[in-house]
């Protein structure tokens, strides 16, 4: 027997070990991303961006709240995956794809590209969990109950013991 579960925690209410990640650099904060990620992260307006994710071939995805609370610079949180090409230094937008309800996410949340190319997206302060095939159709969207967000969000392989 085995499935599919979606695993997300409140960072203010649990301490769990950072995984590891192709691309460290949160552990050393926002200014330590190479000058050409930090290129890419303002494709198309892109602001309040976090979570870099290498996903192979020079593409990475971005968590874009697009507001910090107070300043909305887009109307909805998204998340962007980009292509760099660092001989030319010039980086280029793959996709973009919006919270589903149109909603802009004032801090928090992530995107975790699956290994069949899917996109799970925690969308952080807004109570919502969302897939989207590679294509970007929405699969499957979830919200949670009132008072209730996510710092992180992860699809995992689902084993219940027998």
Do not use: C
Request: aromatic letters at 8%; zero cysteines; hydrophobic letters at 35%.
């Amino acid at each position: 027997m085995g499935g599919t579960t979606a695993s997300a925690f409140d960072a203010r209410g649990t301490r769990a070990k950072k995984r590891p990640r192709a691309l460290p650099v949160e552990q050393r904060g926002p200014r330590s991303l190479p000058r050409q990620l930090r290129a890419a992260a303002r494709l198309g307006g892109h602001a309040f961006q976090h979570d870099p994710e290498a996903i192979g071939n020079g593409e990475y995805t971005f968590f874009d709240d697009e507001s910090d609370g107070s300043v909305t610079l887009l109307p909805r949180s998204r998340v962007v995956t980009v292509k760099l090409d660092l001989a030319t230094r010039v980086a280029t937008l793959v996709r973009s794809v919006d919270q589903p309800e149109g909603l802009v996410a004032p801090a928090e949340g992530n995107a975790q590209t699956t290994p069949g190319g899917d996109l799970f997206v925690g969308w952080g302060e807004l109570p919502y969990i969302s897939e989207f095939s590679p294509s970007g159709h929405l699969q499957f969207n979830a919200q949670f109950p009132a008072g209730v967000s996510t710092y992180r969000a992860y699809l995992l392989p689902w084993h219940p013991a027998g």
